[in-house]
């Protein structure tokens, strides 16, 4: 088990020096030039060579890309080209919402997700599994912005029930978290739903069954025990685009999250800042892949054993 933790680590420097490479080279290469854009149309030409020298932008291509790799060797990304403060000061400042809003979407979606998938596979054919598949069908083709839009006009401007935006109350990210885990709620009841009828119909589960099992147990100790491994796969691939794609749901209720931080950034080429995001993003999507493999072990001790052996 070490061994594939310390060489799945080992395995995160190639990978995140490859997407610092790609995002530099795609900032890079779009139109528009940070100081033109901070000092406007009327600046003059002297005036933006001399900002573009103290931002460090008069090098050449490779050369800006090795000092910023320089820098984040000893732990400095750059600071912000717009508010001249730290890049992680940015990214930190917004990081909390963010995470918040991605918990209380994963929470929904794989709570409800796993709930409804046991459901419909035990009921297959039934009133309640045509249900369950109708509303699958309903959340993975509803809009986000819609969706988001929807809640507002019913829930918070009709009846006054959650607030519309913001982010002061636990209670602030009902909504957005709802928006958010409105498409992967659909996918985790696919998902459980197709990996439990495999299950269910498996020789194990019908022996069970003869032994005269209670069902709740068949189900829930024997079936979804050994049907729950595409799904912690699945919950943990969506985790990662929580936390760097929930930028939709952020705009439609003014969350001041990464992604907000990101579109920003983007559009005013603080190149710093958009490189220190999608960076961190994708260090905890990498994490998180790892904790979800680690978890196959107490799932599946046949997974376990596979680790023991390398």
């Known amino acids: 088990?070490?061994?594939?933790?310390?060489?799945?680590?080992?395995?995160l420097i190639p990978v995140l020096l490859g997407v610092s490479i790609i995002l530099y080279s795609i900032m890079s290469l779009t139109p528009g030039d940070a100081a033109s854009l901070m000092l406007g149309n009327a600046a003059t030409?002297?005036?933006?060579?001399?900002?573009r020298a103290e931002l460090g932008l008069d090098g050449g291509f490779i050369e800006r890309y090795v000092r910023w790799l320089g820098g984040v060797l000893t732990g400095?990304?750059?600071?912000?080209?717009k508010t001249r403060n730290p890049v992680f000061t940015e990214v930190f400042a917004r990081f909390p919402n963010t995470c918040k809003l991605a918990f209380t979407a994963i929470a929904i979606s794989s709570i409800f997700g796993i709930l409804f998938g046991v459901l419909s596979a035990v009921k297959q054919y039934s009133i309640a599994d045509n249900i369950v598949v109708a509303l699958t069908l309903l959340l993975?083709?509803?809009?986000?912005?819609?969706?988001?839009?929807?809640?507002?006009l019913i829930v918070s401007v009709k009846y006054g029930l959650l607030p519309m935006s913001g982010v002061d109350h636990w209670y602030s990210f009902v909504l957005p978290g709802i928006t958010a885990a409105a498409g992967y709620l659909a996918n985790t009841i696919r998902m459980t739903r197709t990996?439990?009828?495999?299950?269910?119909?498996?020789?194990?589960?019908?022996?069970?069954?003869?032994?005269?099992?209670?069902e709740r147990t068949v189900v829930f100790q024997h079936a979804l025990r050994n049907a729950l491994l595409p799904v912690v796969t699945l919950?943990?691939?969506?985790?990662?685009?929580?936390?760097?794609?929930?930028?939709?749901?952020?705009?439609?209720?003014?969350?001041?999250?990464?992604?907000?931080?990101?579109?920003?950034?983007?559009?005013?080429?603080?190149?710093?800042?958009?490189?220190?995001?999608l960076v961190f993003i994708a260090l905890l999507s990498s994490l998180i892949n790892l904790a979800?493999?680690?978890?196959?072990?107490?799932?599946?001790?046949?997974?376990?054993s596979q680790y023991a052996k390398g």
Do not use: H
């Open 76 to 81: 400095d990304f750059g600071i912000s080209y």
């Open 292 to 304: 979800t493999d680690i978890l196959y072990a107490y799932i599946d001790p046949r997974i376990k």
């Open 45 to 51: 030409p002297e005036a933006v060579a001399k900002l």
């Open 140 to 152: 993975s083709s509803v809009p986000d912005f819609w969706l988001g839009l929807m809640l507002i």
């Open 235 to 277: 919950i943990g691939v969506n985790m990662g685009w929580q936390l760097g794609g929930t930028v939709i749901t952020e705009q439609v209720y003014a969350i001041p999250g990464i992604g907000t931080l990101m579109i920003q950034s983007i559009r005013q080429k603080d190149t710093p800042v958009v490189l220190g995001a």
């Open 195 to 214: 990996s439990m009828l495999d299950v269910i119909r498996s020789d194990y589960i019908r022996t069970a069954r003869a032994k005269g099992c209670p």
């Open 1 to 11: 088990m070490l061994k594939m933790v310390v060489r799945r680590l080992l395995m």
